[in-house]
Every structure is written in C-alpha cells, then in structure tokens.
C-alpha cells in the first residue's frame, strides 16, 4: 500500500495510507489529510485513486501544489517516490509498510485519513504539531525562560517633564485585558456623565472641516456611525489587541526605529559593573529610618532671547505675547501646532511630542521640513507603507535581516528608493505572495506600472512566458526570467510615475494634474537620488501649504502610531501596530473599532491618568486640547467640558476619552 509522508522540518513526521477513497488535503476542518499550515488553503488538493493510477489536482490553492517543483495547474498523476509540495509543506509518496511503533510520543494527525505514527495512540487522530514543545518538561523550560527574559528586560526611563507636561503622562506599557465587552449607549444631551462613571462625552469638538465649528455626535463603542456592527473577525482582533504581549524568546523584527532622538547606535553590550560609593553618614541615616534627600536639578540660566519661527526675540517680548514663559521655554501657537502635527503625520505617521513641538516651533519652514526629513524614522514607515501597498503583511513579512536594514540603508543614502522598490519585489516574500506566472506578472504591471493586464492580453501573455524562464520581449526589452521581468518594468517611465503619484495623493489628499506630476517624474528618473529634493520642495510649496484648508481623515497606521505616542510617549512595537490594524481592517468603517481601542487603553491604566481629586479642570482640560489635538478648546468646548467635569461620574479617562473618539482626532 502507497503512502504518503508529511517531510517538512517544522513538524513530527506523518503518514496517510492512501486507500480507495478520495481524500482532500486542506488545512480546514473538513479536509481528510489536514495540516493546519498558512500557507495551506483550507481546502488546497485533491488525491483520487483511479485505475490510470494515483491523481493529484489542485484545487484553486493560493500558494500552488508542486510535483517534483514543478507547479501543476490542473491533474497530474502521482506514484511512489515522487516529492511534493503542498503551499510550503513538502511531502513524498512511499511504499510499503509503516516503521515499527516506539515508545516516543507523537503527535496525532487528521481525523479521517489512515494514519500510521511511531506510536500508538488511543485517542482520535488531530493536527500534526510544530516541533519542540514534545514533552511538557520542555514547554516548561520554554515558560521559564520567557519569564527571566521578561523580568530581565531593559527599563526604559521617562523623560523629565514640567508641570504642565506630566498631567496625563505616558508610560510605555502593553494594553491591559480589562476591557468592557459591552457597548457605551449614545447620550442623549452634549453632555453625558449620569449613567456610568466613565461615559464618553458627546463630542462637543468641531468637524474640522466645517468652519462653524458644528457638534458632531457621540460614538457608540460597539457600533459605527454607519450603523456597522462589529463583525466577529474584529472581535478576535480586538481580543489579541487585548491580550498582554508575551515575552519573545526570540527578537521581533520591528523596523521602525523606536527612539527618534537617537542619532547613533546604542550599544547592545552590557556595561561593566560599578562598584556603588558608599556614603556612612548616608547608609547611617537610612538604617536610623530618615527620609533620604529628594535630588533637586541644577539651576538653568534663564535665556534673555528665545528663537521662533527662525527669528530671535528678546524673551520679554515673547512673554508679552505669550509665545514663551518666564522659563524661555517656547508656547507654539495653534498655527504652528498645526503645521508641526501635520508634518509629523505625513512623514513619521504618528503625531509630535510635546518636546518636538517646542523644538520645531523655533525653527523656519525650510528649517522645520529639514529637521523632520531628517529624522531616520522616516524611511521606517516608508518602508511598511510599501510593504502594506504590497500585501507582505503578517506571514509574507519579510525577516531577513539585509530587508529590515532597508530603512537604514536608505537614511545612510547607501540605497535610493528605487533600489528599496526592486528589492522588496525580487524578494522571496513577494514571490510567494504572488504564486504563479498570471499572478505574478499581473501584479507587477498593476502595482508597479498602473497598467490593466485585461486590456493588454499579449503584453500580460509575453510576461508570463518570460516568468516561465523562455525568452520574451516585454516593452521592446527581452528576457526570460523573473529578475529580468522586474528590471524591466523597473526601467519604464511608468514606474517611476506611478510611484510619484501615490506619494504626492499621499502628501497633497488628491493626484496632482500631469503638469506638475510629468516634470518630477522626469527629473526623478533622471536621477533617483533626488528623491528628497523633490520632496522638500513639495512640502515649501504653495500646493502643500492649501492642504491646511481642509482636513485629512488619519489613516490606520497614523491613528495607532500616533495614539501611542500621545498616549505611552511612544510609538507601538510592530506586533501592537499588527494587532491593532488587524482590529480596525475588520470593518468597512473604523470608526466604532477606533473607540473600542481607545477605552481598552485608557481602562488598561497604563496611561498615567491622574486622580480627579488632584486635577484643576481650568488648566488641565486645555492642555488636554493642546496635547491630543495640538490647539487650545472653543469657548464652547471648554465651557461644555468644564460642565462635565462637574458631574460626579466625570473622571480623567471620560474626557480623554470624548477628545480622543472626536473628530478632531481621527482627522488631522
């Protein structure tokens, strides 16, 4: 009797008996030969007996089934000693009968097929598991260690902040599992504090694109404006999003830089250890139960002039204005908030700290877009975005390390983006996100050159004869491998336009008329290192500064980042911002996602929020305006806001929560 053998090295070997029946390969519960692999479709092939011999037919598979690594788009027949390849899992026909039973345990696979293992098993056969968790002593060791790495890890240490600052500070933490399962119902009145104890407030903020300043309605945590209820794939994305991430045995590759300040490496070897100075009369005192002595900060010199907006000013005159405070530090007005927010947006997608906001509020426009073009965070969400504008997303990540120093490569200038471009296309990753020549050479003419294969049927025919590796000409050029098809299309004047079209809409909200967009495209072909020029001079440009008018609706990436950073002084690991934007990708609309994440934050208590007992609402609910929306409140907002407050169900998190759910905040 034939059989078939699961060979892969991530899993315990297996064998099928293959008898008269049909079988179905799939990772599905219905398959008879299942193993729960991604890259297996549910129900991925078929393998029938018949009396020409054993037949193997894909079934529409996303990754493809292989006979002997060549890939079969229709039945192929099949017989001992041949190798194959399901998705990514490789398995081979054999003959005869299984190997004798041992002593070691296995793992049990699917439920209907014949299956013969090195030892027997009473229970009903299941899923082949992944190698190295065998034996529970072994899963405990792994336990073990995840919790040293964990407790060991690096502490990270806040940055010092006044007063004013540190009213709501943030603490980087993971989101808490606390949650409410149950939705907020809408308010009834602008205000809505009586039910519960943190009731959302009505949005008493204006659309920012109504100059009126009209009020917008409140949001219903379990349900969307739109009426969209939340489906049960957002609820099992919610469900990662609130459960604490564990602790990674192994580095996750996360290629946005997480501490933009830094300029140069930090080392990762441990430093020597000090022996302490010990003080007698000190350790004394401390034995004798006093209270040590609080350190207090050395004195600064107060300026006598402040720099803004590239000018000096004597500080005097900035008091008088109420651009700076006593202590020389700068008080960027709501105009130069905006831009700064704005800037941050486009370019780091996530929203300045409070820190950067003084920073930048010193400097000239052409001196503001220098400093954040110059921040290396920059080519890391370059680089996820074209990564998402690929799908290599969650399995088709790539993790090789050449791929994740991309973003580092392209800061150093030691790679232009068309470098970058080519790279992440000739990948692996993209190859296997895009099986087979129709897929594969339609993607790249679609993606990259904007160019709809329907309507080009011998173009899309010559460029998958060339993937196929026989020799083709594709746009005059001829080849006949997928490297070469790349290069080709690569070297197209549409590339290169295509490109710059999706990074101005980006930038400006809409595609710039051809008048402008054939010049630069011209010019960056020409030269791909002018790339940042180009961009630079975009962002002085009038059609740049008109964006200001009306307002831009936060993509995902840009409202989970930037809530981060308003909420932790921090942007979210790659495993967060996965979590979280598989969260909000599960509906249509986000937006009642968007406040689920915001509560299960906020009520994680990792966000620093103050008691209300400590809080005076007069200060503190403005520089809550300035902090998660970079302007100070209406007369009306405050006055609305100041009436909530009075309620006794009104705590801190009921106001963040009204600001960071309004429209004001999903817009920027």
């Keep these: 009797m034939a059989h ?45 007996p018949t009396p020409d011999g054993l037949k193997l037919e894909d079934l529409g598979s996303a990754n493809g089934t292989f006979v002997n690594d060549v890939r ?3 039945p192929a027949f099949i017989s001992v000693g041949d190798t194959l390849m399901i998705g990514s899992v490789g398995m081979r026909v054999v003959a005869g009968d299984p190997p004798r039973p041992t002593t070691r345990r296995d793992t049990p696979a699917s439920d209907d097929a014949t299956v013969v293992r090195d030892a027997p098993s009473s229970s009903p056969s299941e899923a082949p598991t992944r190698r190295g968790v065998a034996t529970p002593i072994i899963a405990t060791l792994l336990i073990v260690a995840a919790v040293i790495l964990w407790a060991t890890r690096p502490k990270t240490t806040p940055s010092p902040t006044t007063p004013s600052e540190s009213v709501g500070g943030a603490v980087a933490a993971s989101p808490s599992t606390d949650a409410p399962k149950s939705s907020t119902s ?10 519960v104890a943190d009731a959302p407030i009505t949005d008493a903020m204006p659309s920012p694109s109504n100059p009126e300043r009209e009020m917008s309605t409140p949001i219903d945590i379990a349900k969307s404006d739109s009426g969209t209820e939340m489906t049960e794939a957002a609820r099992r994305a919610l469900e990662e999003l609130e459960r604490p991430t564990p602790p990674a045995v192994e580095a996750t590759p996360t290629v946005i830089p997480q501490n933009p300040t830094v300029e140069k490496p930090i080392s990762t070897t441990p430093p020597t250890p000090v022996a302490p100075v010990v003080d007698a009369d000190a350790a004394a005192r401390l034995l004798a139960g006093a209270t040590p002595p609080t350190p207090t900060e050395a004195p600064t010199a107060v300026p006598t002039t402040v720099r803004l907006r590239g000018v000096d000013m004597p500080l005097a005159t900035a008091i008088d204005r109420g651009l700076a405070d006593e202590r020389g530090r700068l008080l960027p007005t709501d105009d130069d908030r905006f831009l700064i927010r704005r800037l941050h947006l486009d370019l780091l997608c996530r929203t300045p700290s409070e820190d950067e906001y003084r920073r930048c509020a010193a400097l000239g426009d052409a001196e503001l877009v220098d400093r954040v073009m110059a921040n290396p965070e920059r080519w890391g969400t370059w680089y996820e975005d074209e990564l998402y504008f690929m799908l290599l997303l969650d399995d088709f990540r790539p993790p090789e390390d050449r791929m994740r120093d991309l973003p580092g490569r392209l800061s150093a200038n030691a790679a232009t983006w068309k470098d970058a471009l080519t790279e992440i296309v000739k990948s692996q990753y993209f190859n296997a996100r895009n099986p087979g020549n129709d897929t594969y050479v339609t993607v790249v003419f679609e993606q990259m050159l904007g160019i709809t294969v329907q309507k080009e049927p011998q173009l899309l025919e010559a460029g998958k004869k060339m993937y196929d590796g026989y020799a083709s ?34 930038l400006l909200g809409e595609t710039p008329p051809k008048t402008i967009l054939d010049p630069l495209a011209k010019r960056l072909a020409a030269d791909p290192s002018a790339h940042d020029a180009i961009l ?5 440009s009038p059609a740049y500064g008109k964006t200001r008018a009306a307002a831009r609706r936060k993509s995902d990436p840009q409202f989970i980042r930037g809530l981060w950073q308003d909420l932790f002084g921090r942007v979210p690991t790659y495993q967060e911002l996965r979590n979280v934007r598989n969260a909000t990708q599960a509906l249509a609309d986000p937006t009642g996602i968007r406040s689920v994440i915001v509560r299960t934050l906020l009520d994680g208590g990792k966000a620093g929020l103050p008691e209300k007992s400590e809080v005076r609402p007069d200060v503190w609910i403005p520089d809550q305006f300035r902090r998660f929306l970079g302007r100070k409140p209406s007369q009306e907002e405050l006055a609305a806001f100041s009436a909530a407050w009075a309620k006794d169900a009104c705590k801190p998190g009921t106001i963040l929560h009204a600001l960071l759910t309004g429209t004001d905040y999903d817009h920027y």
Excluded: C, M, N
Aim: zero cysteines; aromatic letters at 6%; a positive charge.
């Design 4 to 48: 078939l053998l699961l060979d892969h090295p991530d899993y315990e070997p297996l064998r099928w008996a293959i008898d008269e029946r049909l079988l179905l390969i799939g990772r599905g519960t219905e398959a008879d030969i299942r193993i729960p692999d991604r890259s297996i479709s549910r129900i991925h092939a078929r393998l029938e």
């Design 72 to 74: 079969i788009d229709g």
């Design 186 to 195: 809408r308010a009834a009145t602008p205000i809505a504090t009586d039910a």
């Design 473 to 506: 000409a594709v746009f005059g050029k001829r080849g006949k491998s997928q490297g070469d098809l790349v290069d080709i299309a690569v070297a197209h004047p549409a590339f290169t336009s295509t490109y710059l079209a999706r990074l101005l809409k980006r």
């Design 536 to 540: 630079r001079e975009l962002l002085l």
